[in-house]
């Protein structure tokens, strides 16, 4: 049913949290935290993490303090991703959520708040979500694996150190493919973008490996190429 032209609107911020989980095979996979929706309309209906916004609460201030009430989290990254506003996005008021993204390190993820009205669930295999958004974790989905090939997305997933093992893992998660090492190890040495801590894995059996940590800030400007690009084996 259509919306009355005087019907309300309202303004909300939601966030989408993506973290690096194991799945049933124990390979790292993408996970998102859901949230039970307890009230009309779609109550019972899974949904992202958010709230209404108050007029006096600036929009990051307002999407950390939703996403900390529901999930415990206090992600280190959060950006803005995008504005929805669709007229029909809510049955019974013109809604306009702006949406951020999170990125948070699986240690982190694993402190997050628990019960029954909080889940963590694959994101690339979400149930039926409230309003539109599966749509919106499908376009966050799609900005992911689109600027992690320009900027230091994966430094948001990892330590301060990090084998190039465990950063080849973020890039395969993200990025829904199998990575030959040898490429991978030569073109980030390559890139500059990490340098050797001159330490190595602590505990790890036989030769242990060495770690890394990146030369710049995570999350820096976009190049104009990107960075995994496809070579033969050799």
């Known amino acids: ?6 019907a309300p609107t309202r303004l909300a911020v939601s966030t989408v949290i993506f973290a690096l989980r194991p799945d049933h095979s124990g ?11 307890t009230r009309e309309p779609q109550r019972g209906f899974w949904a992202l993490p958010g709230g209404w916004l108050p007029t006096n609460e600036e929009l990051e201030v307002a999407a950390a303090r ?5 999930t415990g989290l206090t992600p280190k990254y959060l950006e803005q991703l995008y504005t929805f506003g669709e007229v029909d ?5 013109r809604v306009v959520s702006v949406v951020y993204w999170a990125l948070v390190q699986s240690d982190e993820a694993a402190r997050a708040t628990a019960g029954p009205n909080v889940r963590w669930v694959p994101a690339d295999r979400l149930p039926p979500l409230a309003f539109d958004h599966n749509r919106i974790v499908e376009y966050a989905l799609w900005r992911l694996r689109n600027k992690v090939e320009y900027a230091q ?3 948001a997933f990892l330590g301060e150190t ?6 080849r893992e973020v890039y395969e998660a993200v990025l829904q493919r199998d990575l030959d090492p ?4 030569r073109q980030m040495i390559a890139s500059g973008r990490v340098r050797e801590t001159g330490e190595r894995l602590a505990g790890a059996p036989h030769r242990p490996p060495k770690l890394y940590r990146y030369d710049t800030p995570a999350v820096t400007t976009e ?6 690009r496809e070579e033969p084996a050799s």
Do not use: Q
């Open 1 to 6: 049913m259509p919306l009355a032209p005087d």
């Open 27 to 37: 390979r790292a996979v993408l996970w998102t935290p859901l949230v039970r929706r």
């Open 66 to 70: 939703t996403l900390r009430s529901t």
């Open 89 to 93: 996005r809510s049955p019974d008021a």
């Open 153 to 155: 997305i994966a430094h």
């Open 162 to 167: 990090f084998t190039l093992a465990e950063l």
């Open 182 to 185: 040898a490429n991978f190890r």
């Open 223 to 228: 190049s104009h190429e990107p960075f995994m």
